[in-house]
T-cell receptor
Framework: RKEVEQDPGPFNVPEGATVAFNCTYS??????FFWYRQDCRKEPKLLMS???SGNEDGRFTAQLNRASQYISLLIRDSKLSDSATYLC????????????FGTGTRLTVIP | DTAVSQTPKYLVTQMGNDKSIKCEQN?????MYWYKQDSKKFLKIMFS???????INETVPNRFSPKSPDKAHLNLHINSLELGDSAVYFC????????????FGSGTRLTVV
């Protein structure tokens, strides 16, 4: 079983739409959770960390459900510039120097 | 200033050659990594160094040899390149434990012909 699984998409949504991505992780000992964004032919960049209580950064909201080992990312009022691949990322275990990346969910925002 | 810089950005070489990719970070991080992103876009860790000491060595062929002369540098040397080595190789750095996430370099696109 993969450490991190997410729906590869693609998601094609109109500007202004709300879109949600989900992922699940296999290691119940994982302590650090992130969403990264990767544009075509570029490096992954940290979008936001995901905290147990849920957290928001502008139009982006991240949620963590430890019991279900499930992470989500909600994007409100989608912009054309949000088009990218969104990677769900989880560390291996407490203190482990190893992040596991999901295969990513491709989002295209259409004018 | 670029936080994590890796060179070269593109590398095209023939099978059987030996090549190196260099990485440097100016963030003061203690931990550095090499990740490989294959044609299906899956990012997989290869190596991790903490303050010049190897701490993660995934099941990577021993043709791949990382070297960390100091905690700001992590280079990757590849011997006897094979077609299947074609991929994008990303260097990254972080604080120990990676709890604040990683910062990635811009990647080296390796094509073996």
């Amino acid at each position: 079983r993969k450490e991190v699984e997410q729906d590869p998409g693609p998601f094609n949504v109109p500007e202004g739409a709300t879109v949600a991505f989900n992922c699940t992780y296999s290691n119940s000992a994982s302590q650090s959770f992130f969403w990264y964004r990767q544009d075509c032919r570029k490096e992954p960049k940290l979008l936001m960390s995901v905290y147990s209580s849920g957290n928001e950064d502008g139009r982006f909201t991240a949620q963590l459900n430890r019991a279900s080992q499930y992470i989500s990312l909600l994007i409100r009022d989608s912009k054309l510039s949000d088009s990218a691949t969104y990677l769900c990322v989880v560390n291996g275990a407490t203190g482990a120097n190893n992040l596991f990346f999901g295969t990513g969910t491709r989002l295209t925002v259409i004018p | 200033d670029t936080a994590v810089s890796q060179t070269p950005k593109y590398l095209v070489t023939q099978m059987g050659n030996d090549k190196s990719i260099k990485c440097e970070q100016n963030l003061g991080h203690d931990t550095m990594y090499w990740y490989k992103q294959d044609s299906k876009k899956f990012l997989k860790i290869m190596f991790s160094y903490n303050n010049k000491e190897l701490i993660i060595n995934e099941t990577v062929p021993n043709r791949f040899s990382p070297k960390s002369p100091d905690k700001a540098h992590l280079n990757l040397h590849i011997n006897s390149l094979e077609l299947g080595d074609s991929a994008v190789y990303f260097c990254a750095s972080s604080w120990p434990g990676g709890g604040y996430g990683y910062t990635f370099g811009s990647g080296t696109r390796l094509t073996v012909v």
